[in-house]
T-cell receptor, first 112, second 113 residues
């Protein structure tokens, strides 16, 4: 699976949009971009995934650049409950590799 | 809707004692099941996964074992705990190929003393 690079931390004001970047410059054509988050002392939570088109669900939006070398997770109206470590992962479609390889992620702190 | 349960939530065990952690999934059939461990301040490490009853794959050699006696039940065990077994143990499930997202349980925090 391609390696990802994320900033170690970022702050966000409550009610504002949080834009979380992820670089995956070695991504291959059959690798999807996934985002998970882990709130302190809880299990990771799936957020969203995409291949090349932008995706949106009730939690967030995922914007993938045209060359697919980077992406941005957008939390449209951050709340204090969005404070968590956010992980960007790329995985091959149809792979037999069952494990999710979480890197260090970005620690997002939402401030009132 | 699907739910995943783990118990106990916290556990303190002495070195050399046995371990049994249980995970059950409701609301789905034939899920893939996973055991992960997260040591303090570190990332997730996949320990075991299972694609069906009685089918267990181990990712890393260790002091632990896993079993899947029923379709939606996954058990993590040890005969003799080590100090290094301390950590946050997470069970997860998914459907279909590994492409599909994994859903995690609330976790068990194990402290070996």
């Amino acid at each position: 699976d391609a390696k990802t690079t994320q900033p170690p931390s970022m702050d966000c004001a409550e009610g504002r949009a949080a834009n979380l970047p992820c670089n995956h410059s070695t991504i291959s054509g059959n690798e999807y971009v996934y985002w998970y988050r882990q709130i302190h002392s809880q299990g990771p939570q799936y957020i969203i995934h995409g291949l090349k088109n932008n995706e949106t669900n009730e939690m967030a939006s995922l914007i993938i650049t045209e060359d697919r070398k980077s992406s941005t997770l957008i939390l449209p109206h951050a709340t204090l409950r969005d404070t968590a470590v956010y992980y960007c992962i790329v995985r091959v479609a149809g792979s037999n590799d069952y494990k999710l390889s979480f890197g260090a992620g970005t620690t997002v702190t939402v401030r009132a | 809707s699907q739910t995943i349960h783990q118990w106990p939530a916290t556990l303190v065990q002495p070195v050399g004692s046995p371990l049994s952690l249980e995970c059950t999934v409701e609301g789905t059939s034939n899920p893939n099941l996973y055991w992960y461990r997260q040591a303090a301040g570190r990332g997730l490490q996949l320990l075991f996964y299972s694609v069906g009853i009685g089918q267990i794959s181990s990712e890393v050699p260790q002091n632990l074992s896993a079993s899947r006696p029923q379709d939606r039940q996954f058990i993590l065990s040890s005969k003799k705990l080590l100090l290094s077994d301390s950590g946050f143990y997470l069970c997860a499930w998914s459907l279909g190929t590994p492409l599909y997202e994994q859903y995690f349980g609330p976790g068990t925090r194990l402290t070996v003393t």
